[in-house]
């Protein structure tokens, strides 16, 4: 092998004294990131601040900011640096934003995530990282939950919990409908394995569920038509975003708009219903949170929430801030300088959560809630349309 | 339902208002796509930004819109000038680059796309909004012993008069003649005195002022929402790679047989539902790749009368 001449040698000495130097100023620049003001905690927020999910990851960075903002920006005592980060649309785009997150601001909890597929993706990085992560939305099927610990629910819960009251007032058989990908198929499969197991019967030509292509499907027509065909009693399905929107107003011209609907509560919750309209007067809906739930805890965050937004929260701004009610709880039971660790330790521990949505607690296995869920109908609040509670029902989770 | 009706009725009977509904749906992607095949048919540009030209009428169509005649009319007004504007402005942009290659047009169009799709959501924000039509049209009718909603009844009447016009405008007029002629040598219609920026510029106006239209009219069935532009362009190109550039009828045919199987085809066979459309446009493309049929390639061209 040569050996290098004079100039190229002289070259590559340079080099690596430039690099040397670079990196001893990028270490000082992490070392003085990192420690920040004593006590002080940082926590990440990744959520989708653009592209199709804008409007529910906005909200969760609201819900999480008011909690904080009603509590003097301090959690469990520690004053909180947050560090809002943009997942976009999914995995391509939010695993850049936590890597940066994680190696750059180097946090000390993740709270956040719409996507399931986000969070399947952006959980191995937190669990090599030893940082804890408090999502607020999507929630995948996972091995290991060490490190999860989820404020929302799991996607087959609202269909089990609303699965009884169907069977006890429809008379006849229902239709299930939904979309075809991963949370269609958890949200339906909730509703029609318990549904069918306590006696229920479905009216789809094989007991399956009809799938609708996701998200190209904007025309719902042909499926009615099918719906009518079967003779079912009433209808059971899960949209959202502008796939609701078009489902609902849709549904209210068909022919079999005077057939019940049930739904998971996303069909009609937040800025959808808006979008809606009159069309989604009378809908059934099933969901862990609505505004008008009468408790002192949602009174206060409906309170603090209508000052700085013009329409009501909603379960998503409401799971978010719950992630930082959990934080608070943890942070303050972990000690007097927490590492990460500790606050994963101490979230296990942490028993009843008052909530917006009344009390809960993580379940041991899964680390989501076990929590009460609740019958809403779409009705006439003042001038415009709400999902009022119009009953309580099955408790579900673990 | 009547108890002694004939099986075959029976059988029939279930795919009425999916294969009605499928003719709304085509007439609506016939208006949208038909300024796509203007565009690319006579001015040669791959107009990628023709999905956010809709969208632009969708959103007027839901601004103005108050469910009184008056406001739909000015909705209509306000949102063909807003698709002819865009157009105006499309056809500027496009000039220092209209020597350059498709690629680059669809690269230039295409962000114009992603950057007007982006200004709709910062100015209406990233929900789907609701649009208000009339209450007559927003109520529904009785077809064959099926509830089907007015509005796309009367789409179908409106949307139908929309593709006569073009027809006869492509066929009867000195506008039309141009347009045939510039379809079938660009540079000869230069030689004889045409201005081809002239050609350019009206073109593109046109194809946006029918996109307008489309929006405005369309919304109560693709609406305004962050996807619109996206959903609109895809369903369009569908249309023009199955109906191909040169002629009215065959971009109508194509848009009807794209509504259809989006409606009856999925009522027909749900389990492929996913696959149906793209399945369709493969056969069309592999059958093309061999040669068209001579009885299709005789069709008359934009209309009829060459």
């Known amino acids: ?398 | 339902m009547t108890t002694r009706a004939a099986p075959l009725t029976d059988a029939i009977d279930p795919y009425l208002i999916p294969a009605l509904d499928g003719v709304a749906y085509g007439l609506l992607l016939f208006v949208a796509a038909s300024g796509l095949v203007l565009c690319f048919g006579v001015a040669n540009i791959l107009n990628l930004a023709h999905g956010a030209l809709y969208a632009v009428g969708a959103y007027t169509v839901a601004v103005l819109a108050d469910a009184s005649w008056g406001s739909l009319a000015l909705a209509l007004v306000v949102g063909v000038a807003a698709g002819a504007g865009a157009g105006g402005v499309l056809a500027g942009l496009l000039a220092p680059v209209v020597r350059r290659d498709h690629l680059t047009q669809a690269l230039l169009t295409f962000g114009v796309a992603l950057v007007g799709s982006a200004l709709l959501v910062a100015a209406f924000g990233p929900d789907s909004l609701p649009v208000r039509i009339p209450a007559a049209l927003d109520g529904t009718v009785e077809v064959a012993g099926h509830r089907y909603p007015a509005y796309r009844l009367g789409f179908i009447a409106v949307a139908g008069l929309i593709a006569v016009a073009l027809t006869l405008v492509v066929a009867r007029t000195r506008v039309g003649m141009l347009v045939r002629a510039t379809v079938d040598d660009a540079d000869m219609v230069a030689c004889l005195g045409v201005n081809p920026a002239r050609v350019r510029l009206g073109v593109l106006v046109a194809a946006g002022a029918l996109a307008g239209v489309a929006g405005v009219l369309g919304a109560p069935i693709i609406g305004p929402a962050p996807t619109t532009a996206d959903t609109v362009l895809m369903l369009g190109l569908v249309v023009v790679v199955l109906g191909g550039l040169d002629s009215v009828r065959n971009t109508l045919l194509a848009a009807l047989a794209v509504g259809e199987i989006q409606t009856l085809g999925v009522a027909l066979t749900p389990a492929v539902a996913p696959f149906l459309l793209f399945t369709a446009m493969a056969a069309v493309l592999a059958v093309r790749s061999r040669g068209v049929p001579a009885w299709w390639r005789f069709r008359p061209r934009w209309g009829g009368t060459t």
């Open chain 1, 1 to 398: 092998m040569p050996f290098p001449t004079g100039t190229s040698r002289c070259r590559a000495l340079t080099g690596a004294v430039l690099a040397l130097g670079l990196t001893l100023v990028t270490g000082a620049c992490g070392d003085g990131d990192g420690s920040g003001a004593p006590g002080t905690i940082k926590i990440g927020l990744l959520a989708s601040l653009s592209g199709t999910y804008e409007a529910v990851g906005t909200e969760i960075r609201d819900g999480f900011e008011l909690y904080l903002r009603m509590h003097d920006n301090k959690l469990g005592g520690h004053e909180v640096e947050l560090i809002v980060a943009d997942e976009g649309d999914g995995a391509p785009t939010a695993v850049p934003a936590a890597t940066k997150l994680i190696k750059q601001d180097r946090i000390d909890v993740l709270t956040g995530i719409v996507g399931g597929g986000s969070v399947a993706a952006v959980y191995p990085l937190l669990n090599e990282a030893k940082i804890p992560f408090v999502g607020s939305n999507g929630r995948p099927e996972l091995r290991d939950v060490s490190r999860i610990w989820t404020t929302s629910y799991l996607s087959d819960e609202p269909g089990a919990a609303i699965a009884e009251y169907v069977r006890d007032n429809v008379r006849g058989e229902v239709f299930a409908i939904g979309p075809d990908y991963q949370g269609g198929w958890d949200e339906l499969r909730g509703f029609t394995e318990t549904f069918t197991k306590i006696g229920g019967k479905l009216a789809n030509p094989d007991g399956k569920t009809l799938w609708t292509p996701f998200p190209q499907t904007t025309n719902f027509t042909p499926y009615f038509a099918q719906i009518k065909a079967s003779g079912a009693e009433a209808v059971y399905t899960f949209y959202a975003g502008t796939a609701a929107v078009d489902f609902v107003k849709q549904y209210a011209r068909s022919e079999i708009r005077d057939l019940p609907l049930y739904a998971a509560g996303f069909l009609t919750e937040g800025g959808v219903l808006n979008a809606q309209g009159e069309a989604a007067r009378n809908i059934y809906s099933v969901l862990n949170y609505s505004p008008d739930l009468d408790n002192a805890e949602n009174r206060s965050f409906v309170a603090a929430w209508k000052e700085n937004h013009d329409g009501l929260p909603t379960t998503y701004a409401m799971a978010s801030y719950d992630a930082a009610a959990v934080l608070d709880k943890a942070i303050a039971a972990a000690g007097e300088n927490p590492t990460p660790e500790e606050i994963n330790a101490a979230i296990a521990g942490l028993g009843q959560i008052n909530s917006p949505r009344g009390t809960w607690q993580f379940s041991p296995t899964t680390h989501s809630p076990v929590q009460k869920w609740y019958l809403r109908q779409v009705r006439q609040d003042g001038r415009t349309l709400s999902n009022t509670v119009v009953g309580d029902l099955a408790t579900v989770g673990g």
